[in-house]
């Protein structure tokens, strides 16, 4: 086996130091300067046809839990009888009881789990997730959580990032799934855009085109049409102070009757949660 040169000189003799097989020796005087060699790959190894199983390094960290999920726990084992049992069952709930120590704690677990649990409902991304909870977090430094709801503020904080993010879902949508009432929700809203100044613009009505055409069956070329009516919704001030759903309801019905698809009133109010006189009166609008 070559042996690689090193630039540093032997301590001893001052003679060339070379590397080989993981150790660093001196190629004069046969001094092992260094036995081991930093190994800066992962800790595990596959032995599959694939060259990476990550299957050993463990969950990553995330935001969704109150320690990150870096806490250990302690497993069971159906080895142990007698007396051993019962001493680690009581180390396990001894070490459980450890894990969530004060009130902070529990509520974050109590609120992470909910966030959890409503990300999944909505069939939200991992990223909206980790900032709900990053978001609900802030809200507790900020000392807004007293006097009201942790489900409300669960629910607000999920429906923040959506609004943050960009992703269409609407008040109704997440208090559906929700523990909370509306009126928790937008008690625990207003705290959060209030005193934490959320970088919230208004609700863009194309976000929900995609939506609700899939969910009235349309195809293509009426939800492109629906856009052009958004447009030019947008360009004639139509938007301001409406519901965003009820405007791309109203811009999908519009677009349904030019292209001769079927689609009623009713059916698009009923998609995107409104009445039919508030799609109507969009759709009046647009018609003019």
């Given amino acids: 086996m070559s042996k690689a040169r090193s630039t540093q000189g032997c301590p001893e003799c001052d003679g060339h130091l070379g590397v080989e097989a993981g150790e660093t020796i001196c190629s004069d005087c046969g ?6 060699r930093i190994d800066h790959g992962p800790e595990w190894r596959s ?23 870096l806490s250990t726990e302690i497993g069971r084992s159906t080895r142990i009888k007698g007396r051993k049992r019962r001493q680690f069952a009581r180390l396990r709930r001894q070490h459980n009881r450890a894990r969530i120590s004060t009130k902070r704690e529990r509520n974050q677990v ?9 990300t999944s409902a909505l069939s939200l991304p991992n990223h909206i997730r980790d900032q709900a909870c990053a978001l609900f977090e802030s809200a507790q430094n900020e000392d807004l959580l007293r006097g009201r709801s942790l489900e409300g503020f669960a629910a607000a904080c999920t429906y923040a990032a959506c609004r943050v993010a960009g992703i269409s879902r609407s008040v109704d949508e997440v208090c559906a799934v929700a523990k909370a009432t509306e009126s928790e929700h937008q008690a625990a809203y207003g705290a959060l855009n209030r005193d ?3 970088p919230v613009a208004p609700a863009d009505p194309t976000e929900y085109l995609p939506r609700f055409a899939t969910k009235l069956g349309l195809d293509g070329s009426v939800e492109r049409r629906a856009r052009e009516y958004v447009g030019e919704a947008q360009d004639d001030n139509l938007v301001a102070g409406k519901n965003p759903c009820g ?7 519009t677009a349904a009757r030019d292209q001769g698809a079927d689609c009623t009133q009713s059916e ?7 009445t039919p006189v508030t799609l109507r009166k969009t759709y009046v609008a647009l018609r003019e």
Avoid: K, M, Q, W
């Fill in 110 to 118: 109590y609120a992470f789990t909910e966030i959890r649990r409503l």
């Fill in 268 to 274: 698009a109010a009923d998609v995107a949660d409104v």
């Fill in 247 to 253: 405007v791309a309801a109203a811009c999908l019905y």
């Fill in 196 to 198: 934490l100044g959320l």
């Fill in 31 to 36: 001094l092992v300067v260094s036995e081991y």
């Fill in 47 to 69: 032995f599959a046809d694939d060259d990476r199983n990550p299957a050993r390094t463990g969950a990553p960290l995330t935001r969704s839990r109150h320690d990150r999920g």
